[in-house]
């Protein structure tokens, strides 16, 4: 059995998903890009803004989901330049203090909207 998480607190999925399935103990988040729930518009900005508000929309599925970062135990990074690893890593160690989850970070041709990051989570309960 699985459960559909959906909150106004993040961007509405914009195609044939949802924001997040729960199932077997399991949170499978899908990927967030850097939108603001409150106006559906992306945010401007460089790689650490754009990251601190797809964590913020991450951390609001979380929480609708009786969660926290603290239950993630996997990420994904999708970065469209490698070059702001760095910058991306400064913001993600604010959210992620402590029994860091794993995680992987890839450089892609284009994101959704052309963000500059693009980040999906698993966390268990």
């Known amino acids: 059995m699985k459960t559909i998480i959906q909150t106004s607190k ?10 997040a399935v729960e199932a077997g103990g399991f ?8 939108i603001d729930p409150a106006d559906g518009e992306m945010v401007t900005g460089d790689i650490r803004v754009q990251t601190d508000r797809v964590l913020k929309n991450l951390g609001a599925i979380l929480e609708n989901a009786g ?15 490698m070059n702001d690893f760095k910058k991306m890593n ?19 041709a284009r994101l959704p909207l052309d963000a500059l990051i693009e980040i999906e989570a698993i966390a268990a309960r």
């Open 10 to 19: 993040a961007p509405a999925a914009v195609g044939p998903y949802s924001q």
């Open 27 to 34: 949170l499978y988040i899908s990927g967030q890009i850097p």
């Open 67 to 81: 969660l926290t970062y603290a239950h993630v135990v996997k990420c994904t990074c999708l970065l469209s330049d």
């Open 90 to 108: 400064e913001v993600y160690a604010q959210y992620f203090t402590g029994n860091q989850p794993a995680r992987a970070a890839f450089e892609v």
